[in-house]
């Protein structure tokens, strides 16, 4: 018979050909399916974190939900491709955890650390919430440490709460309790012996709200703060200040009953003392000394009149006079039958001084003459 070429095929070439075909496509698919299975591995992962970071926070159990979160929003890499939307909100997450944290710390009265739970949150998306919340937290314990009269840490918080760039209403807030809290924190301070400390508190309420009710207070208040502030810096020798503090009473509240009792401070009279010895540096023991006033040179001499001040030096030299009434004086020592002192070249007294309000007079060393 007449015609073409004839070809036959082996039996079966063509079913091998398929599965050939079909296992060289299963080895080329084969990493992407392994790849979209660990990523759906990454995102079940990532999943259950933050489900568990929710469960954490709504049991109250907030520093394990913060931890989660902010483990989540470390993940990297291809391994969390599908999960990167939980993973990026994650950061946010964990700061508006700490906002609840923040709100439970400070109901439990852990003031100062829920502020510091607030500090921590910075995302701008989350900032005016940050700011809300810590003047609200500082404003709520002020009112609750004022009712306590612990007016002191009141104004810290009213501090803290205006410090923090608070939105308006809770701004106002703060400064319309500030000064009541002012004037009740200067009265505390007045009993707890800290005068100065109140002069402080009086003076910044009325200049921040003079013509207001406790601004009024404050004022009427001020002069006997003043009487205490320089009494107790009397008392711890700081006679520039205490001068300071009496000066305004008399300045500001001449006719107050404060300025007479100033005035008797100031007309106070003052101790002197002093060592008595010789050139070589001895001291002179036993000795009588005198405060003398109006000096004036005379022919051959020097005079002074009374009223007359006498103490004897000790077996050290040293010499005291407890109470000298202000004015000019100079010390006399006596030698024979009478009594001496040293002149300078120009004629002066070498020991003269001057007994002023509020200042003890030290001598230091006096030398002997002859």
Known sequence: MAGGPVFFEPVGGPRRSRRARALAAAVMLAPLVAAGGVELGGLRAVNGSVGDAQRYADAHAYERAVAVYRAVAAETGPLYLLAHNQVDAAGVDAQRTLLAWATALAAAGRVDDAIAAVTQVTDPALLADRERETAQIALDDARIQAAAGHFDVALHRLDQALTSAPPPDLAAQAQQ??????????????????????????????????????????????????????????????????????????????????????????????????????????????????????????????????????????????????????????????????????????????????????????????????
């Open 177 to 370: 309790l500030r000064p009541p809290y002012a004037l009740g924190a200067a009265r505390l301070l007045l009993q707890r012996g800290d005068a100065a400390g109140a002069v402080t508190a009086l003076d910044d309420l009325i200049t921040s709200a003079p013509t207001s009710v406790d601004g009024v207070r404050a004022l009427a208040l001020l002069p006997d703060a003043l009487l205490a502030a320089g009494r107790e810096a009397l008392g711890r020798h700081d006679e520039t200040t205490a001068l300071r503090d009496l000066d305004r009473v008399l300045v500001r509240f001449p006719a107050s009953t404060q300025a007479a009792a100033v005035q008797a401070l100031l007309a106070a009279p003052q101790p002197v003392q002093g060592t008595l010895v010789r050139h070589d540096g001895g001291a002179v023991g036993g000795a009588l000394v005198r405060l003398g006033s109006h000096y004036r040179p005379v022919y051959g001499g020097y005079e002074t009149q009374a009223p007359y001040y006498v103490a004897q030096t000790d077996g050290h030299g040293d010499f005291s006079f407890a109470a000298v009434p202000l004015g000019d004086y100079v010390l006399e020592v006596e030698q024979g039958d009478g009594w001496t002192t040293i002149l300078t070249p120009d004629g002066k007294p070498a020991y003269g001084f001057a007994v002023e309000a509020l200042t003890p007079v030290d001598l230091a060393f006096v030398v002997v003459p002859g």
